[in-house]
């Protein structure tokens, strides 16, 4: 039995990968969200496939990517946009938006109860309400916005982002579109006749031209609400730029209709008239002329299907859960074998994160870190490694726990980073250089991962020795070991990584160094490194020290990773996270006790060790 | 031991590098924290670019240095790496390393330290079409007297910031008159003299500032905020041979926030009185060609800023056209030229100009700092590996 559980649990992993990697089918007579999901249009300045930007949105408006209905029906993204999109009343009756601050529902005279989720339609009678308070809190700088503010605050961007999308495809009352689109084009001519004629232009070309100039008003709002542009323009200059339109700016000023314009028509109708095998139809017609016109749009879209279907940072936060319970397990007994099996799934769970990793590099052309987001993914991804390397050294199972932690909890972190939307955002001008994010940033995360695995194994180290008689003298020492190495490591990369960032700084600020605050967070690091290893060759600290030390190198490390962003000042802030701020209290709260715990004289420990 | 001896131990013992880097630490951690209420430009001066750290900061009279400031801490780290690598440098291939990486951060720490004392920043605003000659550094302003009696070239004096705070009489040679500084503004508020609310009388008796009342204000603390300088100022003619004539031109209000430059006239012709951003003047001169600002299709998120211009230089023969854009600056005659933003509806273009004598420094300390630490690194990991296979052994 214990030779073989290593393997049985492997092929329990790989079979319920598998599983949950294989595409949904479209049973007959049902609509194929998937075909339509994968279809390319322009959001946000990026091409992506309609399934993300119905995901995004979602998060967006209630922090999910999928929609639950009230009778218990779980509805896809794709399947919610597509009625956003083409049937707006049915979509308006969706709980769709979250509101739990109850500040936010007194406004509008509800009590607080046990729902968490309205619907557009209840919501419809306090849209200016919400706008107007919405907008005053938006003139306060996101730092300073209590709970309320906040929460009408993004009330109100949620319900900004629901109307954009109801309004980006077709009028929200169009009844048959097709037809009103088909009508348009052959208007077009004759308007344009007409109004070349001017005045000796007959009454009836007149009353056409005004019909038209009706229409042409219509599209024209339309074109100012979209949020999406998913016509690819015929013009071949622009689409060299990638100048993507959206439905109502295609109809306007072309001179003709776009034909993609017509199927997004043309599916609308048939959706809203419940018609799947029509529906079915000109999506596939859509995606075949897109596959033909724009190859390159089309195939990233659908791996990015791919991508948001597998949610494979999803799946490796789940295998690093079993890897700290297989190790825990190893530690009680059964170690050889329980040991082995937590190597390789730690493999496969590495294996997962780094498609996810080097997908997002495909999508966005970038290197791995452009986000604070990816900047998360990637320490987890760092430790996970380095605790490898440990545990090949060591094989004592300390590697792999504190790997398997970290790559844990930096996957939590970016998964609630994620709630502002796209985290494959456009890069602004400053930042739109590979080899700068390719080094200085890698480096600086890199740094930060060293940081945290060194905190974490001085945690273990504190927590075993004063709290169990697990931590011999010897253990302790390979404890201390990896910890100085680790350091060592952390040393090498932050200072280069902060160097980097010097270069890359007066290479486009034209100063080495500004003290802006993310760069003093990333200066922190390597002072504390400094201290932390002439303090152990001076002699002045020695095990008990060093992992002291190492405790507070995670405040350090999180304060230069997160806080210094909250401060929302400087060149490197991208984004408030008020949220966050309870947690990274906690979690400094958390290291400062570890630190007084560790001060607690070694002979009231229960691990018996001597200085 | 001898004094000397134990000093020089002290100066070179790791307890003060230690010490010193402690420091560092605490010091980097209040500025970031304080910037979140100062900005970053006040920060640097008060804790990044001082000697002492003063308390309270605001007060001009009594106050106690609390905490070593920037420079000190820098210029101690300095003395204690040369005197430790005094003492300690054995040349053998165990401590390369850690030399070339002390040796690298010494170059590193004095070049720092060389910048904040030498580098001058200011800024070049330009729209298209336009030639310039100068830059100027919003941060500082300067009192302007043009001497526009001669049609053909104005005579600019220019007195500078510092010289307004100290306030009393400047002389300035040949001019007809002395400047005599009756108050200066750090910050400034101007209201028209109907609209005042407090019943404060008018600025000044000539010029703009006849209508207006100026009171002193708090200075700007927030991180965009924008001290308004201003200063009234009293003219009086001098005689020949600089003996002082009796009464007065009168007085006049500057102040950055009067829109229109104020004339009146002396010895015979009209002159101009500015408080205007300081100038630096080149030996060369600057024409925007042309500026794009591009976002991505459909947003507002910038994605690229860029400048092409055309750089002449009469004495050295220069006339090219030169494009600044994002990551690419212009180096020109010791100044960097950067894109560094846009003003008035995306049609200016601003660019950040920096003299900075010592910017090759952090490269230099870079690559002996890197290769020092490759070496340190290989070293110890080969150790590090093979102290682990031996206990592994056992």
Redesign the interface.
Known sequence: MKRYFPWVVILLVVVSLASSWRMPKTAPGEFDFKKFGEIPVLAAGRLKPLDTVARNALVILRGRQTLRLENGQTLTATHWLADVLFNAPAADQYPAFAINNPEVLGLFGWQQGDRKYFSFDELAPFLEKIDGQGQQAGEIESAQRSPYQTAIYNLRNALVVYQQLKRSVRPEDAQDFSAEVEAYGKLIPIAMEATRKGDKADPSEKEKLGMFDKLTQRYQSLAETSSIQPVPPLDAAARQRGEWLSIGASLVGTGGVNPTAKAYAAMGDAYRANKPDVFNGEVNALASAMAAQEPVATGRASFEFLFNHIAPFYQSMQLYVLVFLLVCGSWLGWSRSLNRTAIYVTLIALAIHTFGLAARMYLQGRPPVTNLYSSAIFIGWGTVIIGLFLERMFRDGIGLACASVIGFITLIIAHHLAGSGDTLEMLRAVLDTNIWLATHVVSITIGYSAMFLAGMLAMLYVIRGVLTRSLTRESAQALARMTYGVICFATLFSFVGTVLGGIWADQSWGRFWGWDPKENGALLIVLWCAIILHARWGGYIRQRGLMVLALFGNVVTSFSWFGVNMLGVGLHSYGFMDKAFPWLMGFVGSQLALMAMAAIPLSRWRSRLTE | MSMWRRFFDFISS??L??AC??A??VL??A???A??HF??HV??ERY?QSMLIWWPTESHGFRIPVFPGGHLLGAVLLVNLLAAHLRRFRLNLRNTGMHLIHGGLIIMLAG?LF?DLF?V?SQLQIAPGETKNYSEDARFVELVIVDQRNSDADRVTAIPEARLRRGGTVNLSGLPFQVVIQHYYENSQIQMLDKAETNAGRAADHGVGAQVSVREIPRATS?DGVDLKSAVIQLVPTAEGGVAATGSLGTWLVSEGLGATQTFSCAGGPWRLEMRPVRYYKPYSITLQKFTHE?????D?????ASQITLIDPSHSVNRDVLIY????LRYAGE?Y?Q?GFGKDDQTSIL???H?PS?VA??I??VV??FG?LIQ?CY?FVG??R??NV??AK
């Open positions: 790791m307890k590098a230690i880097l402690a560092a630490t980097v951690f500025g970031t924290l910037q979140v900005g970053t920060v640097q990044f720092g910048t580098s920043e991180v976002n991505y299709p459909g947003t998120i910038p994605k690229n800023f994002m990551n690419h600056p960097t950067y560094s950040q100009v920096v900075n910017f952090p490269y300390a870079c700092i890197g630490m690194f110890h590090f590996t102290r682990t206990t592994r």
